[in-house]
């Protein structure tokens, strides 16, 4: 019996892995696709502004250092904060990028 907390702890290390981006997939959705998306949906914009496009996780992870700057440490993005992304999102968002910007299985 002394034994079985052991055991429990090497069970639950051998489920399936979560993926890493999906907690800021959502935020990413909600205040960036729409100028973002390599067709922007927003009525201000014909292309991605700078030429930046969030279609994967991949995209995303490119721009992290420049997301950690503009959406994280300055909320100069999303502009003026239309889409009123929260400090919990922000946050969110810098502790993936402090993480390396992970976005699933890698090897």
Known sequence: ?????FALLLLAGCGQKTDPYAAVAPIIAKHCVA???SRPTHPGFDAPPVGVVFDSPADVRKHAARIKVLAVTTDVMPLGNETGMTRAERDALGRWIDAGAPIGREP
Do not use: T
């Open 1 to 5: 019996m002394r034994f079985a907390p």
């Open 35 to 37: 100028c973002h998306g």
